[in-house]
């Protein structure tokens, strides 16, 4: 017979409540909001006694003759039963106790409270608790394993958790309910249960169904439903013999189950339909105490037998009639009697096997793939096939045999189908919007970024929406009402997108308020296709996104324009976007053992549309789940995980993911967390709001946003080696967006880059000294690699003085490779230059006019006359350059490439340069290109005689040595007056005084020819020079570089009297011509007529053979012997 169902009767007063039975049955307790318990006899009992135990109690439980309350003043109190005297308190919280739980000897007790503790306790011994932290949330419900192994806990933070008792650890946790901030607020009161006796099973209400967990290898067996189910499931109760379960749902429905079965015994629906929040199973009988949230106590009779047999057969009827077109003939007869009488039969097999360990894993295996199975499930009240070819077999068996060999056969038949103990997989991570707080708060965020906050209000005063903005320059605070109910929204600085579910009525809309707009007309909405919702949206620079559930990504221009639809790989998760580019996360897959399968879009919307990450896997820490998504405020792509590691894209590194900050190692308390709402490069701050005891913040009070420092997860990091190495990378990080942004047209200022440079630049140079006192070579030379040409060079000077004789001469080949770098890429990028020219100039006539020979010729006349007033000028507007720091991008370096045309030198310094070499022919040009290229370190290991001439050669093309235009030095020339240090500051030897000048003669044809016909005019400050260079020298013994030595010589120039420097510029005049004479009667005396060399360069030549060197000395040898003359 079905089970009877008692009318309900008032218990207590409205509000939540709480039933249990005694060990014998005979009494039901139950507890209310009323801070009452009382104690009934039966249903009908007018008089129950009752005990006040508090302003209200929320759980009660009965063992032993004691009764332990859980009350609203916070502890946690036992009474004697049936007397009620107070026994003391047993322990305490900081809030009150939400649930409270016997073991099953009833020894100890099992607390969880809305502080996010669990704590068990000694009943005899308070003194002797544990405490189990780790829930980020007010604790919902426990449930003891009946070994006293395990203790599973339900949270608010949306876990169930399973807990070794022994160490307080916690075993597994499952992402399984819907999130909240407290109990009242919770959707599910999630009482959980353990099957009794073995505990193999733990059984969880999990929204309209029960899953159950198998116990250790705590994979989900399979789950419990019912098509009547409509509403989420509260509560769950298991019978005293564990064959049956029972559950309660939040619109009054009470459904039991047989277990082994999976078939549902039966439905009673509450009277009123009030949630159900309290169910007990009577210890001995059939029957069922429930409470529901209105304080009512009800009773449900004849459920089941108290040997478990089944009180109605209106379920197997059913399985019959289903399954009579299989069978026909004798097979038919044998289905028929194995659902009917067998179903008597055998069920007490099936029970007596249940406790047995063997069998009752068999049991579990023979119904498991049905249940798993996703392409081939069948309905709840379905009969395995293979079950009812196992029942008429085993029949034809018995009739042949004694029962015993039938019993002995059925495991064989089911063994077949065995045990799956594989990785589960993971509940797919629902869509979420960045910044935004859960649905079913009334007040929430539903956006905050950098730009503003979005704010809905959903209650019975009102249903609407605030924006505000940051900067209200932008825009003004504004109201919206949210007719619609709208869920989802996203901010710019253009536009504030909202968008909503379809309902039955409406179908699924994007709105944009577009308050940027100059017309009137400001708003439009977008109406979805039939069936299709929009789970996912963003705004970027012009344009708008939607993702849907049809996995479509649909764009709009931020007017209203549909533009470009396509699929998505997988439903989607989160989107961001950011000025042209779009972030797309979604699922690519089915993640297992808690982790989540994601995958990343990265497209850029512009002119040229191109996909950058090509549904790459998104990696998130081990069994977390994504919480936030966006970019940082410079464009480069971030996201956060739940575990609180930020990663960053790293561009430099092929578009990597780097942990680039943990938020925990923040928080103060394991339940704090951090909420990101924005992140910054330049600056490096991470924005966030700390949340105590929660993932997310409230609406009121404000929250107050924190900045938080990155730190990248290197070793060692509380050493002075690690400290810099990670404050190295991170630098390379955090400034990898700048190329991004020139390689993109955008604008940045050069000097944060050059600023980025410098601070790496010098972490490297304590990183090398560190490693030399460290006896560390070959990591220096390492960390030299990573060091530009300028920095190199100091490295040599820092081994040099450290007399480690090996490191500098690695460290002077590394300077000769890098030199040889700079001068092939300078190389290929004049002959870029050179081809954008020639596409410039396509269609104009390359030969020189009249007109512009004599302009030029005038500009060079005009600059000779005004070289000691203009010289001074340009030479102050050119000087800081050699006195900036060596580190520095902008400073003379090796690094910063020389100006390489005549036209752009025009431009950046504003005047025509009167030394530049005019463009009227085309040879000359040539040939200085080919100077120029030329790597004088290449040439070192030939005649040092040819190398000094191409250097002087060099130096007379240089820009150095120009006192007007100081401009910064080419590579190449760079590295020649580096080493051309030596020749001016050497000691007359022996050797050089015995050197034939003659020799020099015999190498001049080497000079390019075209260079003499092209020799520029020597002004008064360069004819001051030479003969006042050998006193500059003598005071100032520790000058190393010509532009040291050009400094001083132009701060000594500006002391002269005007007299002095216009005599001096004349003497220039007039020596040009000498010059010039003296030059043809060398052409003569010599018969070499190609070459024309000025005084200096005849001057610096006749020193060079003083540093005269044997010619078999290798230029390692050199370099190490020049880096020691330094010190």
């Not at 057969?313 to 097979?331: A, H, I, M, Q, T």
């Not at 005019?1017 to 004819?1023: A, N, W």
Request: charged share 25%.
């Amino acid at each position: 017979m079905p089970a009877t169902q008692k009318p309900m009767r008032y218990g207590h007063t409205e509000g939540h409540t709480d039933v249990c039975f005694d060990d014998s049955g005979s009494c039901i307790v139950t507890c209310g909001s009323d801070g009452d318990v009382r104690i009934w006899e039966d249903l009908d009992d007018d008089d129950p006694k009752s005990i006040n135990v508090g302003e209200k109690a929320y759980s009660c439980a009965l063992k032993n003759g004691k009764l332990v309350t859980a009350a609203s003043n916070n502890t946690v109190q036992v009474y004697t039963f049936p007397e009620g005297d107070p026994d003391g308190i047993l322990t305490r919280f900081t809030t009150n106790a939400n649930h409270v739980v016997f073991n099953s000897d009833g020894a100890k007790i099992a607390a969880g409270s809305g502080d996010f503790l669990v704590k068990v306790v000694d009943v005899m011994d308070c003194s002797q608790q544990k405490t189990f932290r780790g829930h980020d949330a007010p604790v919902l419900s426990l449930s003891f394993d009946p070994k006293d192994i395990f203790l599973a806990s339900a949270s608010c933070d949306g876990s169930v958790r399973v807990w070794q008792i022994s160490d307080q650890t916690c075993a597994v946790s499952w992402p399984l309910l819907q999130k909240s901030n407290d109990v009242v607020n919770a959707k599910s009161i999630c009482r959980l249960a353990w099957q009794p006796k073995s505990g193999k099973l733990l059984a969880i209400p999990v929204e309209k169904s029960v899953k159950l967990y198998r116990r250790e290898t705590w994979s989900n067996q399979f789950d419990l439903s019912d098509n009547f189910i409509s509403q989420t499931l509260n509560i769950v109760t298991w019978s005293p013999c564990g064959q049956y379960l029972a559950a309660g749902s939040i619109n009054g429905l009470i459904i039991v189950w047989n277990v082994e079965t999976r078939d549902c015994m039966e439905r009673v629906k509450h009277e009123k339909g009030y949630a159900i929040c309290g169910l007990a199973w009577h210890p001995t009988c059939g029957r069922i105490a429930y409470t529901d949230a209105e304080g009512n106590l009800g009773l449900l009779e004849n459920v089941c037998y108290p040997d478990g047999k089944p009180s109605s057969s209106k379920v197997p009827s059913r399985v019959e009639k289903d399954y009579n077109d299989l069978f026909d003939g004798d097979d038919m007869s044998n289905a028929g009697d194995f659902v009917n009488d067998n179903a008597v039969e055998t069920h007490p097999f099936l029970k007596g096997t249940l406790n047995d360990d063997e069998d009752d894993d068999i049991m579990l295996a023979s119904g498991r793939p049905r249940q798993r199975s996703h392409f081939l499930e069948d309905d709840e009240n379905s009969v395995d096939i293979t079950m009812l070819k196992t029942g008429s077999s085993l029949l034809k068996e018995e009739e042949e045999n004694d029962q015993a060999d039938g019993i002995y056969n059925l495991p064989l038949v089911t063994s077949q189908r065995p045990v799956y103990d594989g990785p589960m997989p993971t509940p797919r991570q629902k869509p979420f919007q960045s910044g935004s707080t859960p649905l079913h708060l009334t007040h929430r965020f539903m956006v905050w970024n950098s730009i503003g906050i979005i704010r809905c209000y959903n209650d019975e005063q009102d249903n609407a929406i605030d924006v505000e903005f940051h900067d209200t320059s932008i825009h003004h605070a504004t109201h919206l009402s949210n007719t619609l109910n709208y869920t989802i929204a996203d901010l710019s600085h253009e536009a504030i997108l909202l968008a909503c579910k379809s309902t039955e009525e409406l179908a699924s809309k994007l709105h944009c308020l577009h308050f940027s707009s100059w017309d009137s007309s400001k708003e439009w909405i977008v109406d979805m296709p039939q069936n299709e919702d929009i789970e996912a949206i963003c705004l970027g620079q012009g344009w708008a996104a939607a993702a849907t559930s049809a996995l479509l990504l649909r764009l709009f221009s931020i007017g209203g324009v549909q533009k470009e639809v396509f699929s998505l790989l997988g439903p989607v998760v989160s989107m961001a976007g950011h000025g042209e580019q779009l972030f797309i996360v979604y699922h690519r897959g089915t993640g297992f053992d808690g982790d989540q399968c994601l995958g990343v879009h990265l497209l850029e919307m512009g002119k040229k549309k191109r996909q950058i990450l090509h549904g790459d896997p998104l990696p998130l820490t081990r069994k977390s789940y994504l919480v936030w998504v966006g970019f940082s405020a410079e464009g480069t792509p971030c996201f956060v995980d739940s575990e609180g590691i930020v990663r960053m894209l790293n561009r430099g590194l092929g578009n990597t993911w780097t942990p680039v900050c943990n938020t925990r190692e923040h928080c103060k308390g394991k339940s704090d967390h951090y909420w990101v709402v924005g992140v910054h490069e330049n600056p490096q701050q991470l924005r966030c709001i700390p949340c105590k005891g929660s993932r997310f913040p409230p609406t009121l009070p404000r929250p107050a946003v924190a900045i938080l420092s990155f730190k990248l997860p290197y070793c060692q990091i509380a050493t002075e080696k690690g400290q810099m190495e990670e404050q190295f990378w991170r630098s390379v990080v955090f400034h990898n967006h700048l190329d991004y942004l020139a390689q993109n047209g955008y604008e940045y200022e050069e000097s944060t880059k050059n600023q980025a440079i410098k601070e790496q630049q010098e972490l490297l140079l304590k990183m090398l000294a560190l490693s030399c006192k460290m006896e560390r070579e070959f990591r220096c030379v390492e960390l030299a690699e990573l060091m530009t040409q300028n920095v190199v060079n100091l490295a040599i000077k820092y081994a040099s003085r450290s007399r480690r004789l090996i490191l500098a001469q690695r460290l002077s080949e590394l300077a000769v490779e890098k030199a040889a770098e700079l001068a092939a890429s300078q190389v290929e990028e004049e002959e870029e230059e050179e081809d954008f020219r020639k596409k410039l100039n396509a269609g104009y006539s390359n030969s020189p006019t009249e007109w512009s020979q004599l302009r030029l010729r005038n500009q060079v006349e005009e600059a000779a006359e005004d070289a000691g007033e203009a010289g001074d000028t340009e030479e102050k507007l050119e000087l800081p350059k050699h006195g900036q720091n060596p580190f520095s991008k902008s400073s003379n370096s090796f690094d910063v490439p020389s100006v390489k045309s005549g036209a752009v030198t025009s431009s950046n310094q504003g005047r025509a340069n009167p030394f530049k070499v005019s463009a009227s022919s085309k040879e000359p040009a040539i040939s200085m290109n080919s100077a120029r290229s030329v790597n004088i370190l290449d040439n070192m290991n030939k005649s040092y005689k040819k190398s000094a001439l191409n250097r002087t050669t060099n130096d007379e093309k240089s820009p150095v040595i120009k006192p007007l235009v100081l401009k910064p030095k080419s590579k190449q020339a760079s590295a020649a007056a580096y080493f051309q240090k030596r020749t001016s500051q050497a000691d007359k030897t022996e050797e050089a005084k015995e050197e034939n000048p003659k020799n020099l003669s015999s190498e001049t044809p080497a000079i390019c020819p075209q260079n003499t016909e092209h020799q520029r005019p020597k002004t008064g400050f360069q004819m001051w020079l030479e003969e006042n260079r050998s006193n500059i020298l003598s005071d100032n013994p520790d000058f190393s570089d010509e532009a040291d030595i050009i400094k001083e010589g132009m701060l000594r120039f500006r002391v002269l009297s005007a007299e002095e420097r216009k005599a001096w510029a004349t003497k220039a005049k007039g020596g040009a011509a000498g010059d010039g004479a003296e030059a043809k009667k060398r052409k003569r005396a010599d018969q070499s007529p190609d070459t024309e060399p000025q005084k200096e360069t005849a001057k610096e030549n006749r020193n060079l053979p003083k540093k005269q060197k044997p010619l078999d000395i290798s230029t390692n040898q050199k370099l190490s012997a020049f880096a020691f003359k330094q010190e």
